[in-house]
């Protein structure tokens, strides 16, 4: 009783008289009695420095006689529909198509299909209705004060890239932090607190700014930032891929992006405006670095530590095989090569087919005699498999500069707008050590994709530095494998499609029960979710979301306390003593 009555009184009784909140144990969405009136919406207008938005699906454009959006342009949509920074500039447009539709318990789905014919009908689907377009801190704390008032199911997103849905709720209110774009160069910067006695070169990116722009920013000062690697950059920098823990091709030799991060700013449920790193809310600064995104607030802005920039050398490899036995052994050759490569500092991306292998990898501020030397002993192996069935093509060549190769491999492209689940595995040094010949095979099957972006330094800080799940400190390579549909799939061939994808979970879960998987890349349908996502860390996690966001206003599917919620994430499912003392 101790500890939940100091908790109302301290971190809920002052906000709470102050924004008038009333006791429920469900939020409110669009088409409810309780819903905001159009003069309730025009008094938070009033709040907030830009219009609100009203988000609409990334196809409705092309519907003419959608009111929503009566710009008609379709020409944009369909030459821009795969483009990450094309989807990213709209609030209602997700990087995985199949977030943009709802699919109802009787089967049917709610769409807003690319192709007009399919359906004929442009409809909102699970894009939020209205929301904020936040620029300031003032603007966020306005929109979570609304929301918490009027019980409103809340969504917050920058880009979008999500596989999990998280960035979209049917009937939603949004917190759109696209347009928070400052970025600041420290070259000696100290992070807050009254212990604070250490400086970095260090850069502060607001919750906007997206990895092409920190990268960018970045050289100009001649400096290299850990961050995520996808075509056009897109992928924002400061939102759920610092949350989720991450992972950069860097990261073998700099660590992980929660490794690099020095400070993060935040907005709470009950307004409150916070910076934390190691000096001050040590602990909320401990659970946003891994512990998961739109959980404990709305993040303004990180300040990440940079590095020199150095050359970077670049080893492509790519083997056509012809021999069903040849490729699995080559696979399972190359899991067990994961160690040592990156414990060298390699860090990249490769795919699985039934007949190719190929990958990329960087390896930042090393010189060709050491990129020759470390590659000889997978150079050596697969030589030996050429006599059965194989060809082969590897490259070692050099940049000056990690930012340079950047802009050749990832400055354009596209790999956005698709229906798609994925699921993950963090295969860990003894899973590639003993396990490497049955988990190819599963690889095999799938077409797998595999980002080399642990072990090395990622290994070397303690498990318990962060929030992150502790099973990447032990990794050497994530795994996926994923499914994908077409516009206007029924909801019976898309069960086909995830049960495949579940059966593909378990065959690799089976093989590595222990080792985890990326809460960002992967499904609604883990079979351990909390293990995997988040480890032993999950109980403390689950404290500190409590402490800081006392009004559970941020719910998000396999999220943090989401096992207290019921499907749709609307209704607590729990009734307990905390239920009673929290507002909703």
Same mark, same amino acid.
Not at 28 to 36: D, I, V
Not at 95 to 107: D, I, K, L, V
């Given at each position: 009783?101790?500890?939940?009555?100091?908790?109302?009184?301290?971190?809920?009784?002052?906000?709470?008289?102050?924004?008038?909140?009333?006791?429920?144990?469900?939020?409110? +969405?669009?088409?409810?009695?309780?819903?905001?009136?159009?003069?309730?919406?025009?008094?938070?207008?009033?709040?907030?420095?830009?219009?609100?938005?009203? $988000?609409?699906?990334?196809?409705?454009?092309?519907?003419?006689?959608?009111?929503?959006?009566?710009?008609?342009?379709?020409?944009? @949509?369909?030459?821009?529909?795969?483009?990450?920074?094309?989807?990213?500039?709209?609030?209602?447009?997700?990087?995985?198509?199949?977030?943009?539709?709802?699919?109802?318990?009787?089967?049917?789905?709610?769409?807003?299909?690319?192709?007009?014919?399919?359906?004929?009908?442009?409809?909102? #689907?699970?894009?939020?209705?209205?929301?904020?377009?936040?620029?300031?801190?003032?603007? /966020?704390?306005?929109?979570?004060?609304?929301?918490?008032?009027?019980?409103?199911?809340?969504?917050?997103?920058?880009?979008?890239?999500?596989?999990?849905?998280?960035?979209?709720?049917?009937?939603?209110?949004?917190?759109?932090?696209?347009?928070?774009?400052?970025?600041?160069?420290?070259?000696?910067?100290?992070?807050? #607190?009254?212990?604070a006695n250490e400086a970095y070169d260090a850069i502060t990116l607001g919750a906007g700014v997206q990895w092409h722009e920190a990268y960018a920013?970045?050289?100009?000062?001649?400096?290299?930032?850990?961050?995520?690697?996808?075509?056009?950059?897109? @992928?924002?920098?400061?939102?759920?891929?610092?949350?989720?823990?991450?992972?950069?091709?860097?990261?073998?030799?700099?660590?992980? %992006?929660?490794?690099?991060?020095?400070? /993060?700013?935040?907005?709470?449920?009950?307004?409150?405006?916070?910076?934390?790193?190691?000096?001050?809310?040590?602990?909320?600064?401990?659970?946003?670095?891994?512990?998961?995104?739109?959980?404990?607030? /709305?993040?303004?802005? @990180?300040?990440?530590?940079? =590095?020199?920039?150095?050359? +970077?050398?670049?080893?492509?490899?790519?083997?056509?095989?012809?021999?069903?036995?040849?490729?699995?052994?080559?696979?399972?050759?190359?899991?067990?090569?994961?160690?040592?490569? +990156?414990?060298?500092?390699?860090?990249?991306? #490769?795919?699985?087919?039934?007949?190719?292998?190929?990958?990329?990898?960087?390896?930042?501020?090393?010189?060709?005699? &050491?990129?020759?030397?470390?590659?000889? %002993?997978?150079?050596?192996?697969?030589?030996?498999?050429? $006599?059965? #069935?194989?060809?082969?093509?590897?490259?070692?060549?050099?940049?000056?500069?990690?930012?340079?190769?950047?802009?050749?491999?990832?400055?354009?492209?596209?790999?956005?707008?698709?229906?798609?689940?994925?699921?993950?595995?963090?295969?860990?040094?003894?899973? @590639?050590?003993?396990?490497?010949?049955?988990?190819?095979?599963?690889?095999?099957?799938?077409?797998?994709?595999?980002?080399?972006?642990?072990?090395?330094?990622?290994?070397?800080?303690?498990?318990?530095?962060?929030?992150?799940?502790?099973?990447?400190?032990?990794?050497?390579?994530?795994?996926?494998?994923?499914?994908?549909?077409?516009?206007?799939?029924?909801?019976?061939?898309?069960?086909?499609?995830?049960?495949?994808?579940?059966? =593909?979970?378990?065959?690799?879960?089976?093989?590595? $029960?222990?080792?985890?998987?990326?809460?960002?890349?992967?499904?609604?349908?883990?079979?351990?979710?909390?293990?995997?996502?988040?480890?032993?860390?999950?109980?403390?996690?689950?404290?500190?979301?409590?402490?800081?966001?006392?009004?559970?206003?941020?719910?998000?599917?396999?999220?943090?306390?989401?096992?207290?919620?019921?499907?749709?994430?609307?209704?607590? /499912?729990? &009734?307990?003593?905390?239920?009673?003392?929290?507002?909703?």
């Open positions: 009783m101790g500890p939940i009555s100091t908790l109302a009184l301290v971190g809920v009784a002052g906000p709470m008289a102050a924004w008038g909140k009333s006791y429920s144990s469900c939020f409110c +969405t669009y088409g409810q009695s309780c819903w905001p009136s159009a003069s309730t919406f025009t008094q938070l207008q009033s709040q907030v420095s830009h219009p609100l938005i009203y $988000p609409v699906p990334s196809a409705s454009a092309c519907y003419l006689s959608s009111a929503s959006d009566p710009s008609g342009n379709c020409t944009a @949509v369909l030459e821009n529909w795969y483009e990450g920074n094309w989807r990213s500039t709209m609030p209602g447009a997700m990087e995985a198509q199949n977030w943009e539709t709802f699919t109802f318990y009787n089967g049917s789905i709610a769409a807003c299909y690319r192709n007009m014919s399919i359906t004929g009908v442009c409809e909102q #689907g699970s894009v939020p209705v209205i929301g904020v377009d936040a620029r300031s801190v003032e603007d /966020i704390q306005a929109a979570v004060a609304f929301s918490a008032k009027h019980n409103l199911k809340l969504i917050v997103k920058n880009t979008g890239h999500d596989f999990l849905g998280r960035s979209a709720a049917r009937g939603s209110f949004m917190v759109w932090t696209h347009n928070m774009k400052n970025i600041t160069y420290h070259d000696m910067f100290t992070p807050q #607190g009254p212990q920013a970045a050289n100009n000062h001649g400096r290299l930032i850990v961050g995520g690697a996808s075509y056009g950059g897109s @992928v924002g920098s400061s939102g759920g891929w610092l949350t989720g823990g991450g992972h950069s091709p860097l990261s073998p030799s700099y660590g992980l %992006g929660v490794d690099n991060a020095l400070e /993060i700013s935040i907005v709470l449920s009950t307004g409150e405006f916070l910076t934390v790193n190691n000096n001050q809310n040590s602990d909320l600064f401990w659970a946003l670095r891994g512990g998961g995104g739109s959980t404990y607030g /709305i993040v303004t802005s @990180v300040t990440y530590r940079t =590095w020199p920039m150095v050359p +970077t050398q670049l080893y492509t490899f790519q083997a056509n095989i012809t021999n069903s036995s040849v490729l699995l052994e080559l696979v399972g050759g190359l899991l067990r090569f994961q160690t040592q490569f +990156t414990d060298d500092g390699w860090g990249g991306y #490769g795919a699985i087919t039934n007949e190719q292998l190929r990958f990329f990898y960087f390896g930042p501020n090393m010189t060709n005699e &050491t990129a020759v030397a470390t590659t000889q %002993g997978w150079h050596n192996f697969t030589t030996s498999l050429a $006599p059965f #069935g194989m060809v082969s093509d590897e490259q070692i060549s050099y940049s000056p500069s990690w930012y340079e190769l950047f802009e050749v491999i990832f400055g354009s492209g596209n790999q956005n707008g698709l229906n798609l689940m994925f699921t993950s595995r963090l295969l860990s040094r003894e899973t @590639v050590a003993t396990k490497y010949s049955q988990i190819a095979e599963v690889l095999i099957d799938c077409g797998s994709e595999f980002l080399t972006i642990a072990g090395g330094k990622v290994s070397k800080f303690a498990a318990d530095s962060a929030g992150l799940n502790p099973a990447w400190r032990n990794a050497v390579v994530e795994t996926t494998c994923g499914v994908n549909w077409e516009d206007g799939a029924s909801s019976q061939d898309i069960q086909k499609s995830i049960s495949k994808l579940k059966g =593909w979970i378990k065959a690799t879960y089976d093989l590595s $029960p222990d080792d985890g998987a990326y809460l960002n890349e992967a499904s609604l349908f883990e079979i351990d979710w909390q293990k995997d996502f988040f480890g032993s860390h999950y109980s403390a996690l689950k404290a500190i979301k409590n402490k800081y966001d006392p009004y559970q206003l941020f719910v998000v599917a396999k999220g943090v306390g989401s096992e207290d919620w019921n499907e749709d994430l609307t209704c607590r /499912i729990q &009734t307990d003593l905390f239920d009673m003392m929290t507002p909703r």
